[in-house]
T-cell receptor, first 113, second 119 residues
């Protein structure tokens, strides 16, 4: 069974600085998708970024980028120029050969002014 | 209304009560999901519906009963719950994976959740 591990329960960053959230996963599949979701205190889960495993190029969405290392099964999220509105729980998720999303336990990000 | 909506946002119920959670998606999607989010645990998939047909029941106790009357609405009927069922219940929707052509191209969009407390 696939598993997703987020080893950092909590992280903090100064406003305008850069922070990297870690995620590793375990799978025997070769074709899959990886996601980062953000859940602010209001609780609405929002898709931040996604990566297709067959693409070598790392996905980027404005200040959010990933470092996808397929061989290492690592999928970290980098947030540049952190803003107060980035404070949230961040969940890494894996989707393989079914509709099922497998989530990590999440990382709580605090942004300090 | 846009996106995925859920009602109620908060629910407190006794163990003998019967209540229902409602989810509605306005995205034209064909697949809908129920997740349970408990403190310090990963999101747990409970049920999946594709074109109103249940395609996944992730070993959920029978005190949780889903209903999907059409591709826009999803209900979760609750009865004789236990205190350990207290959690945030999230609904999500996505385009049908078959129509989208590839797994993962059916990105899931979540509702705001219902915070359930069972006394």
């Amino acid at each position: 069974a696939q598993t997703v591990t987020q080893s950092q329960p909590e992280m903090s960053v100064q406003e305008a600085e850069t922070v990297t959230l870690s995620c590793t996963y375990d799978t025997s599949e070769s074709d899959y998708y990886l996601f980062w979701y953000k859940q602010p205190p209001s609780r609405q889960m929002i898709l931040v970024i996604r990566q297709e495993a067959y693409k070598q190029q790392n996905a980027t969405e404005n200040r959010f980028s990933v470092n996808f290392q397929k061989a290492a099964k690592s999928f970290s999220l980098k947030i540049s120029d952190s803003q107060l509105g980035d404070a949230a729980m961040y969940f890494c998720a894996y989707q393989g050969g079914s509709e099922k999303l497998v989530f990590g336990k999440g990382t709580k990000l605090t942004v300090n002014p | 209304e846009t996106g995925v909506t859920q009602t109620p946002r908060h629910l407190v119920m006794g163990m003998t009560n019967k209540k229902s959670l409602k989810c509605e998606q306005h995205l034209g999607h064909n697949a809908m999901y129920w997740y349970k989010q408990s403190a310090k645990k990963p999101l747990e998939l409970m049920f999946v519906y594709n074109f109103k047909e249940q395609t996944e029941n992730n070993s959920v106790p029978s005190r949780f009963s889903p209903e999907c009357p059409n591709s826009s609405h999803l209900f979760l009927h609750l009865h004789t719950l236990q205190p350990e069922d207290s959690a945030l219940y999230l609904c999500a929707s996505s385009q049908d994976p078959g129509l989208a052509g590839r797994i993962g191209s059916d990105t899931q969009y979540f509702g705001p959740g219902t915070r359930l407390t069972v006394l």
